[in-house]
């Protein structure tokens, strides 16, 4: 047989059934076949969808399984001695009764025996549990696990929490390292940590990104700068990602590391090209039809919101929990009756993208797994790094925001259909041809340092592992009169030429009152600042603010402390710029907080501050001091507990209630005394009283 015609069989219970023993002899063809290893074990793992189907020559299948590797899949009651002694070699040490597969546990022994590794693997390898069974060992002092997204933090410390008692869990750059710690930050805030102590063991999660291929250079220089200070710190390193074909020589012979390829997967998975037509009534057929977990990728948070309303009016009324009607009655008294992410959940149906609050993203990621949710309607911040129980992966759009999705994203959202133990076949519905295949050869600036790194990277590098081309790029800056060499290196991810342009744009224009300010500014100094910024930080403007003016006044209305039920309100009065829907209001709000407030206006701010500070000093002026106003907009005026804890899942709104009597602690005396506390249910909602309790369970 055909490996297709072999497929057909497999997809049938009844067809497997009348004769189970040609189906597996014709899957034992492949499995036997070296070239076709690979084809074999996609087999044995749609044979194991039907398992029960193979009846008396269940046995023969067990061999298959564990022919290709798949261990974990193996009837453990069912193995000859010889067989026995290979599933035992393949568990972890100091583990439990979990068993890698093949290809997990080499990768596992190399890091034992303490060498570096770069890894390239499917999304359903199995990439997690290593770093958890290393994680286990106890042979770390501190361990850093770099992920690409805050929404990956929340998952990841959910998942590592369990080894609390060795280490302490920190994944905000406020707390306070202990004796042993277990890092889980993104690259933005290992750079920003001030004092981190010497990292043993660190792994970085999609490390393709380190690439520089796109033209928003902010987050792969970030990425680079994490590396390279783990990197120096001395610590072993495991970098994971999919579908890479290799990485250079170079990096392999700088960074003393192994590089692994291999095509192994614990699911196997179909994939239908939906073609043309009506996409928005083909997208609502494909969905009656589905019954199990699904996710439906999007470009953008605007196209999520369009998506959602679409199935919210066309798929069909159905029993909802009582937590999720008690959600979206408390999102209808907090933020607007009318905002889709409460009205979805009556049908079933969450939306998950960047700009939602922590706490709220993290609540519909644990409704879908726990079946609560049939469809979960997501942009690339969900796809990338989050497990979910997903069957089905929808690509309704094939590029994020404006661009094509590349053939590693490509392979990161279709990998996120089928689940371990959950899903041994996912399945991919396609609404666009998939990008063309290639596996390229992923080049780390940090290695080539080519005319395309930018020079806010290379300042950052130790001037022995500079190329002389390097040098003689950053010698125009050692030379510079106006900034020196500190400056432009404290103010990380800022392109150094863009400070000196800031900079001389102080001293021409000599507006020295209206930067001597400490405390909170006025208005005139606040715009001026913004102005500054506008001018020489920012690329482009987006996320609700499109001049320095009007980003100087959305910054100072955080001030007046509206809820964000009455800054919804604002957006939809009637004025030029009002908002056309509740779905657009909330999204004006909630970009704003997200991508302004909360970082991108703070780092630009303190850069200037910094700035201004060397040049007032020089000038013989007294300079200001921005520190306190920056803190303030990040933690929106006001207590930054709150923000704090809605990454660990509690929504500022309830925080608010949960904090009283903490006003001036850590975020780490926060957590023990909410851990020993004991809950008043009458003083909460209901929605309120199910996400503190699961909060504190996983802190």
């Known amino acids: ?325 008690s959600c979206n009655d408390w999102i209808s008294e907090h933020y607007h009756p009318d905002w889709i992410y409460g009205k979805a959940l009556l049908k079933g149906i969450g939306i998950h993208h960047g700009r939602l609050p922590r706490s709220l993203g993290q609540y519909v990621v644990r409704k879908f797994n726990e079946l609560k949710l049939n469809f979960l309607i997501c942009t690339s911040t969900l796809i990338e790094g989050v497990n979910t129980k997903a069957k089905n992966v929808i690509v309704y759009d094939n590029q994020i925001a404006q661009k094509k999705i590349d053939f590693f994203t490509f392979n990161n959202i279709k990998g996120r259909s089928g689940r371990m133990f959950e899903h041994f076949v996912g399945r991919v519905f396609l609404f666009d041809p998939p990008p063309e295949e290639q596996l390229p050869l992923v080049e780390i600036p940090l290695v080539t340092q080519g005319d395309n790194v930018p020079d806010s990277l290379l300042i950052q590098m130790d001037s022995n592992d500079l190329t002389p081309r390097s040098k003689e790029r950053l010698s125009e800056f050692v030379r510079s009169a106006i900034l020196p060499m500190d400056i432009l290196k404290q103010n990380a991810g800022i392109e150094p030429q863009d400070q000196i342009g800031l900079a001389s744009a102080i001293l021409s224009e000599k507006k020295y009152h209206l930067l001597s300010w400490n405390s909170l500014p006025s208005w005139e100094e606040l715009e001026y600042a913004c102005d500054l910024i506008w001018r020489f930080f920012v690329k482009r403007g987006g996320s609700g603010a499109y001049s320095g003016r009007q980003l100087a006044f959305k910054v100072n209305s955080l001030s007046e402390k509206l809820s964000i039920k009455d800054r919804v309100a604002n957006e939809l009065n009637a004025g030029k710029y009002s908002a056309k829907t509740p779905n657009e209001a909330v999204e004006k709000v909630l970009s704003f907080d997200r991508n302004w407030a909360s970082y991108e206006f703070p780092r630009f701010l303190m850069a200037l501050s910094h700035i201004q500070e060397y040049i007032l000093q020089h000038e013989g002026y007294q300079p200001g001091d921005y520190s306190y106003y920056a803190t303030q907009v990040e933690s929106f005026f006001d207590n930054s507990l709150l923000v704090s804890l809605d990454e660990f899942g509690i929504p500022p709104i309830l925080g608010k209630k949960v904090i009283r009597g903490m006003e001036d602690v850590d975020i780490d005396t926060a957590i023990t005394r909410l851990k020993g506390a004991t809950i008043r249910a009458s003083a909460l909602h209901e929605f309120e009283r199910e996400v503190l309790v699961d909060s504190i369970e996983a802190m």
């Not at 034992?28 to 189907?53: I, M, Q, S, T, W």
């Not at 710190?233 to 590089?259: A, K």
């Open 1 to 325: 047989m055909t490996k297709k015609e072999l497929r057909v069989i497999l997809g049938d219970p009844e067809r497997i059934a009348a004769d189970p023993f040609l189906v597996l002899k014709e899957i034992a063809c492949f499995v036997n076949d070296p070239a076709l290893e690979d084809e074999g074990r996609d087999l044995v793992l749609r044979a194991l969808e039907h398992k029960g189907a193979f009846g008396d020559c269940f046995g023969i299948l067990n061999d298959l399984t564990r022919q290709v590797g798949l261990f974990p899949y193996l009837d453990e009651e069912r193995l000859s001695l010889p067989d026995s002694i290979a599933y035992e070699y393949h568990k972890p040490l100091n583990g439990d009764d979990f068993v890698f597969h093949r290809e997990q546990a080499y990768i596992y022994r190399r890091l034992l025996s303490g060498e570096s590794v770069v890894l390239s693997a499917p999304t359903s390898f199995g990439k997690s549990r290593i770093i958890d069974e290393i994680v286990r060992l106890n042979k770390f002092r501190n361990i850093a696990v770099v992920v690409p997204t805050i929404a990956l933090i929340d998952e990841t410390r959910r998942r590592l929490i369990k080894f609390s008692d060795q280490y302490k869990v920190v994944t905000q750059v406020s707390q306070v390292p202990a004796e042993r710690n277990l890092f889980i930050l993104t690259a933005e805030r290992v750079n920003a940590f001030e004092e981190l102590p010497q990292i043993d063991f660190f792994v970085i999660d999609e490390f393709y990104k380190l690439d520089i291929t796109s033209s928003d250079e902010t987050r792969p220089v970030n990425l680079n700068q994490a590396f390279y200070r783990l990197y120096k710190n001395g610590g072993q390193f495991f970098l994971l990602g999919p579908s890479i074909e290799q990485v250079s020589d170079q990096m392999e012979e700088q960074f003393s590391c192994y590089f692994y390829r291999t095509p192994f997967s614990t699911v196997a998975s179909d994939q239908y090209y939906v073609g043309g037509g009506d996409r928005e009534a083909q997208l609502v057929e494909i969905c009656r039809e589905l019954n199990e977990p699904t996710l439906i990728f999007c470009s953008s948070p605007n196209k999520v919101n369009e998506i959602a309303e679409l199935l919210e009016g066309q798929l069909s009324a159905r029993d909802v929990p009582r937590e999720l009607a």
